[in-house]
């Protein structure tokens, strides 16, 4: 048997079932938005998917720890969005009954829930096994109706060893033409799901099949030159410096115009070849970015023939606790770009000092 195929068989289940309660919650507009102290947005998407996909863990592998991104605090009080949650999570089961069934089936009841969603709390490390669980990445996109992700990922001794990302809004073909912009997907079958174990390569398949058991290898694309090929970058100027990035690309000679995109569906884009470069520079040098917001996405792009640094040249460590604080920023290029990529990205940022 392939190495933690028990694993990827369950978060690719979890994340599937978590990303239908997202999709669920959009259509039904029972958005409760509420800030957090950080003032990000917060909805009852992702307090669902988390509790989901935790309670799917902690059935299937009741020693592992969790890092997830969000808390249960904010829910103790406050009743209204916490039974907006508890609905959302009942109404919310795979049409296959089997595959419930691996899951753990529901979440008894509210208390539960509760304790699954708290039971993200871990601070991670260097030793052992750990899921980094982000429950709607992008939320920004998400409520704009765009681009966001469901993020899950198993980090064994600090090596991250499964990754999956469910990408509702991106085209389930791998070769349809790359944008952001759900109206031009118009007429492609929306819903993807991205998965990668270490040293076996990087699958897509759609979101929406039953049984999830056909996934296709998918490569990065190595572009003739480095003037052909396509940026992508956050449609939030706060997340990754814009600036910044064009003045990089024009170092390169690339003059497509980049592609903007929420959450790691940017990595999941890169991977398949729809696009070949992600950089992420900071904007705040104080800033520490999250493992949540990376683990998946750095193993789909490594396993589908990328590379991936950061800003320096080094690779993330995620044996840091909850966040990457020994690194700075992302530069995911194809294996042929790479190099070139990461020199325009220090000449730029060194001559800002
Ligand atoms: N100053 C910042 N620099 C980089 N990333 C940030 C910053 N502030 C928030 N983020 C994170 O960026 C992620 C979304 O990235 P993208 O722009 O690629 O869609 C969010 O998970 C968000 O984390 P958080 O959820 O803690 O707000
Ligand atoms: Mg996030």
């Keep these: 048997m392939a190495p933690y195929a028990k694993e990827l068989r369950v978060a690719s289940l979890a994340v599937q079932r978590a990303t239908l309660l997202t999709q669920r919650v959009f259509h039904e507009k029972v958005k409760g ?3 957090k102290s950080d003032k990000s947005p917060v909805t009852i998407g992702d ?3 988390q509790a989901l ?3 799917a863990i902690r059935h299937n592998f009741p020693d592992d720890a969790i890092v997830g991104e969000e808390d249960s605090s904010s829910l103790q009080d ?3 969005i916490r039974s907006q949650v508890w609905n959302a999570i009942k109404s919310t089961r795979l049409s296959s009954e089997s595959a419930e069934k691996e899951l753990g089936g529901s979440i008894k009841n509210e208390q539960a829930m509760l304790a699954a969603i708290s039971a993200g709390s871990s601070t991670g490390g260097s030793k052992g096994r750990f899921w980094a669980l982000d ?3 992008g939320t920004k996109g998400f409520l704009r109706g765009g681009q966001y992700a469901v993020c899950l990922a198993l980090i064994v001794d600090g090596e991250i060893e499964v990754g999956v990302l469910g990408c509702p809004n991106l085209p389930v073909d791998d070769q349809a033409s790359f944008s952001a912009d759900i109206s031009d997907a118009e007429g492609h079958q929306r819903g993807v799901l991205f998965a990668a174990v270490r040293g076996h390569g990087a699958t897509s398949q759609a979101l929406s099949d039953d049984d999830l058991k056909q996934p296709k290898a998918i490569q990065m694309k190595s572009p003739p030159s480095l003037a052909d090929a396509t940026f992508c970058e956050s449609v939030e100027a706060d997340h990754s410096s814009h600036g910044d990035q064009a003045a990089i690309a024009n170092k390169l000679g690339i003059t497509k115009p980049s592609v903007r995109m929420d959450s790691q569906s940017k990595y999941g884009s890169i991977a398949r070849g729809a696009g070949d470069i992600y950089l992420r520079l900071p904007v705040s040098q104080s800033y520490e970015e ?4 990376h683990a998946a ?3 789909i792009v490594a396993e589908a023939g990328g590379i991936i640094t950061d800003i320096k040249g080094k690779k ?3 044996t840091q606790g909850r966040t990457l604080k020994k690194n700075k920023g992302v530069v995911a290029a194809a294996k042929n770009l790479h190099a070139d990529v990461l020199k325009a990205v220090q000449e730029v940022l060194d001559a800002k000092q």
């Design 135 to 137: 429950p709607i990445d």
């Design 316 to 318: 993330h460590d995620f």
């Design 290 to 293: 999250k493992i949540w917001d």
């Design 78 to 80: 406050n009743t209204d």
């Design 47 to 49: 307090y669902g998917a």
């Design 33 to 35: 938005t509420e800030l």
């Design 53 to 55: 996909i935790i309670a």
């Design 297 to 299: 996405g750095v193993l």
